[in-house]
């Protein structure tokens, strides 16, 4: 786990080797996350694995986050982690709502991480997040002719009312 | 006997011709015909008469007392139904935790092979009750669906807990709410997950629904129709639409309780 002043020395690096790769820096809760702009997000990993001293070779999770009413609304939060030192770097990418029936856009890390081919399907499956340059982006856990984006908060819960005795009342004909 | 050992005795009696009372008199006294026989002349006679049966040679009263001592009078359908019940072979197919429940069916400890349903089919093709152990999810709803109709007739489908029965806790965009949307279902079965016991019991009530004497709903079977909250005198008067729709429901369920076939547990 890099310390505070750790995550802000490889924020530092990050923004001389490329330019406005960072945006902003998080610790909490022992924690070290940065915020990455979405179109630098490939560049960023690709440097935070390759570089000697860094070495996040292994992707241990990808999961996207909606933020409604936040602005910008999904986040695609990549979890990173230096096996030889045991150290764990949160990397966040921001995507604004493009509105409409448009899907938020980034690159695909499935060319630096092939494990990200299943978790990218999962975030477009059940957030609609659309990944450029995927292999293969179909739904994963979903029916394939299902229509929405199940995950996202605007979508409504589902389910059905219950009938019990005291509101079988309000739903006559419920038999049908 | 040791000291402090629990004290055990053991009496040998002969059973048969035990129970005839001292002063009884010799030779044929009133007995059922399917008794076991009291002497082992009895029983050598018997064995005559039957195989003088199996040559042809028995005629007259003679015949008539065989056929009444060796043979039970029953309805074909009955006797089709009794055999059914008592072999059912359940589908090895687990959907969600109440598998877990499912699975303990069939160890010694609860045992379901005391009804003759231990022996659990790998494939739909030799099944007869499909079990739905558990939430079905909409994907797995058209999956559970082929596999209900490569069950070959007749077939029987119980709906596990509250999952399967109502979509239970899963009120959500992934899960079928009510496996009953997409086939057929004898018994539902309550419960987060059922215990192994009540399984039992909603087995108990699909044995007597396959023997064609299903068990009524409580509304009938306590004669309790017209105890709707409504009708004791509930929050608010239905209207005259509602007392319609009621009314209907009631003759319905009365129906239903008549006819083999058409009423769940």
């Known amino acids: ?110 060319k630096l991480f092939p494990t990200a081919e299943f978790q990218e399907r999962e975030a477009y499956d059940l957030f609609g997040i659309a990944f450029r340059g995927h292999p293969d982006l179909r739904r994963i856990l979903m029916p394939e002719d299902y229509v929405g984006w199940p995950q996202r908060r605007d979508f409504p819960m589902g389910g059905e009312p219950v009938l019990y005795t005291h509101n079988e009342v309000e739903m006559p004909r419920w038999w049908e | 006997m040791a000291q402090g050992c629990a004290g055990l005795e053991v ?125 079905v999810s909409i994907k797995m709803a058209p999956v559970v669906r082929r596999i209900y109709d490569q069950m070959l007739e007749p077939k029987w489908a119980i709906a596990m807990g509250a999952c399967s029965s109502s979509g239970g806790m899963f009120a959500n965009y992934a899960v079928v709410q009510g496996a009953d949307k997409f086939m057929p279902v004898d018994v539902h079965v309550p419960g987060c997950p059922p215990r192994p016991e009540a399984l039992i019991s909603g087995f108990n009530k699909l044995q007597r629904k396959i023997q064609g004497n299903p068990d009524p709903g409580w509304r009938q079977r306590y004669n309790a129709i017209g105890t709707e909250e409504w009708a004791r005198g509930g929050a608010t008067e239905p209207t005259q639409e509602e007392r319609d729709a009621y009314t209907a429901a009631r003759e319905l369920t009365r129906e239903g309780s008549s006819s083999p076939g058409s009423d769940g547990a």
């Open chain 1, 1 to 110: 786990m890099p310390d505070a002043p750790g995550l802000e020395l490889i924020a530092q690096e990050l923004n001389a080797t490329i330019d406005g790769a960072v945006l902003d820096t998080y610790f909490e809760h022992e924690q070290a996350a940065l915020v990455v702009s979405p179109d630098r997000i490939l560049d960023t990993l690709r440097w935070l694995r390759d570089t000697p001293g860094q070495e996040y070779h292994f992707l241990s999770s990808l999961h996207a986050a909606d933020y409604l009413p936040g602005e910008p609304r999904f986040g695609v939060h990549y979890e990173l982690l230096c096996m030889p030192r045991v150290e764990r770097l949160r990397v966040k990418a921001a995507l604004p709502d493009p509105g409409g029936e448009e899907l938020p856009e980034l690159d695909s890390c499935v």
């Open chain 2, 11 to 135: 009496r040998r009696e002969k059973l048969r011709g035990g129970r005839r009372p001292e002063g009884a008199p010799s030779g044929r006294s009133p007995r059922a015909p399917l008794d076991e026989p009291a002497t082992p002349e009895e029983f050598r006679a018997r064995q005559l008469r039957a195989r003088d049966l199996l040559r042809g040679d028995l005629e007259g009263r003679e015949l008539e007392r065989h056929v009444e001592e060796a043979v039970v009078a029953t309805r074909f359908e009955r006797a089709l139904g009794w055999a059914r019940a008592n072999s059912v072979f359940p589908l090895t197919f687990g959907l969600a935790c109440c598998a877990i429940e499912m699975i303990s069916l069939v160890t010694p400890r609860y045992d379901i092979a005391r009804f003759g349903a231990e022996n659990m089919r790998a494939s739909p093709r030799q099944a007869d009750l499909l079990i739905l152990s558990g939430r």
